[in-house]
């Protein structure tokens, strides 16, 4: 793992009431030389008003919490070229020097200056229909100037530097700044965030310039572009900005330009910060990609790409199984904070929720099961200004306690204690990946116009996952070179591959690994921009024996008479079919051998594969569901898109995934055994500190934990011994210390 020195000096270290020197050390990635973060958002001017400020950060203080976040708003601090305004940062600097509280400076550059556009008028961003994106304000950007210029305008590039060097330069001077986070939220234009195809930006004359240097570095000639394309351009500037969707592989070379371009931004602030001051920790925070509403195509972040820069990395999210495992996979093993808790939210037409204990352990501490080292709120006070008014807040509007204060002061008081064990303290690697591509999430939009598809897929086997406490890692093309850590691949809806990818596959299977695929794996081609002729792609159906003879959607699939439809099953199933029927539309029912029926989804394929396992189909000459021998592993088959299928009903699809999970040996966490009883271990190397036990269940419930001990829960009191049947109430949530 790569190996960061730096030398950190913290005034503060959290959860310690005195100043002391701290010093980094050469460190792995996953080390408990990290600060565990405990505190809120507080300042985005213009609010809270200063009147406010002393009193607010006692209060601060006072509830336990050590970590306090400040804007940097580029409209609101640089006020003309040459002209800058930091008096504001400066005394709330103080002012949380005062109460020592660690200062995070997260700079906001998508509100750009009014004077910005005088001097650079042709820096907006535009529109694929061409519109202009003038600057406007929008609820979180109060100030106006949103979303910013062109991320590839030079002189609005020029411009955002020079600021960013000024304002290091001006706020390192306070030693009780610890954080520099760089960037919040990266997307590349917020207009776009519905995902409509005219609403994508940025199709402007220096994306063009961009664009085609980007291209002529890719593909080296010109006619290897107009190879993989289909054109015949005769000169680099005769490349069109791809504007349809429709033949796929120049969209999605756009879309991943763009996403470069949202990585060169992020690199070159983390990369100031890192030189004008190199004794603070600088990162970013990202929504993750869980596709809705960022992902590849609107907000272009690479969340794996873009941690390999940070120091730490960081997201907005609350708990599930989608945003934490995304978070902590795209880490790849670095300390990963909640650095902006939503679970205050609300609008001034829907005001937040109450707050209480049980939600906060709820949100909270499965976060920490999965590796989380800290969290910050949105916000401290409530917003005042704007659509957002009046919530978001610890506190209420008018500074009084919530209900979600007393909570958040018991919680971070009883955690304290133990935040030195618990920033050593980690997850075993899971043995589970779930594959997610860049080009295959572009490409599932080019198809679709949506995500839909794809999202209930992926998100089909996290639940299962999640609900059955096995650990998971969402893998993204890079990672499949090395699936060594791992027994089982999964790869929902994965049509669109290149060719490493699936050299990388083919590799991880003959290695000993289980492979599960959903229909036409590889189907289409990045590499030459085309469909392949056979499914699998990419040579699979001659490695692997498999062939898909037969593909059709489920939509298309006709009303069979008695004599063609397999009902040769148990009577259960029988009456299953009978009570669903088999008339085409979304799902399809696959009677399987076990008697069981496993709903498929959207796309359908009879399978031939010469000493393969028939597991279950829609007709009886030829099976859509098998598994297979391959190398030393195995390749479970799909004829059709389970994970969306499941959807209609997840009783056979769990099945088949506990199936498919217990012959490759793969056991829930801690083999705590309950669904919907969330169980997750930390360990610092071998030893097992602390365990995370939540049920899930909408009743009371009850779990039997395996491990070596006794474990007391920090926030109930409640023993739990190895072995022993634990009744666990409605709703509960806790964090255990291992005796």
Known sequence: MKKITILLLFICLAFQGHAQEYSRKDLDNQSADYPFIWGAQYYRAPTPAKENWDADMKRFSELGFTDIKFWLQWRWSHLETDKYYFEDLDELMETAAKYELKVTINAIFDVAPVWLYEKYPDAKQIMNSGKIIEPYVVSHRQIGGHPGPCYNHPGALKERKKFFKKAINHLKKHDNLVLWDVWNEPELSFPQR????????????????????????????????????????????????????????????????HGATMVSEAQWRLKMTKELDPNRISYLHVV???????????TCMDDFEIAKDCDVFAATMNNGPYFTPQVISAANGKVCYNVESHINGGSLTMHQAVIDESDLLNDFLPQIGMGIKGFMFWQFRPEILGKEAPNWGVLNIDGSDRVVTKAAEKFGKTIKPHINTLMKSFPKHPEVAIWKSQKNEIFHYSAFGDFNSLTTSINAYSDFLYKHSIAFNYVNSELLNDLSAYKVLIMPSAY????????????FVNNGGTLLTEAHLGAYNDDIGRHNFNMPGFGLDKKWGIEEIETSTTYRLKLPTKEEVDLDVVADVKKFLKDFGTTGGKYVPIAMNDGTVL????????????????????????????????????VWYCGTNIGEGSVKDKSG????????????????????????????GLYEKEKLNFMVIRNMDNKDSSVEIKFKGTATGLFSGMQVKSGQNTALPKGFCDLFVIE
């Not at 993750?288 to 609107?298: E, G, S, W």
């Not at 669109?496 to 590799?507: F, M, R, S, V």
């Not at 769990?654 to 997750?680: C, M």
């Open 653 to 680: 699809f769990y099945k088949f995934l506990l199936n498919i999970l217990k012959e490759s040996k793969v056991k829930s966490e801690l083999e705590a055994n309950k669904r919907d009883v969330w169980v997750k």
């Open 288 to 298: 993750p990609n869980t596709t809705a509403p960022f992902n590849a195509v609107t």
């Open 496 to 507: 669109y591959l290149t060719g490493e990818e699936a050299n990388a596959i083919d590799t």
């Open 194 to 257: 519905d995902g409509k195809l005219d609403e994508l930006a940025c199709y402007c004359d220096n994306c063009k310039v961009k664009f085609h240097g980007w291209l002529e570095a890719k593909y080296k000639d010109l006619e290897t572009l107009n190879t993989v394309w289909g054109r015949n351009y005769q000169n680099w500037n005769q490349v069109e900005l791809p504007k349809s969707t429709l033949t796929f592989k120049d969209f999605i070379d756009w879309r991943e330009f």
């Open 599 to 634: 709903w498929g989804a959207l796309r359908f394929a009879k399978i031939k594969a010469e000493g393969a396992k028939g597991l279950g189909g829609f007709t009886k000459d030829y099976p859509s569901i098998i598994s297979k021998e391959i190398g030393k592993g195995k």
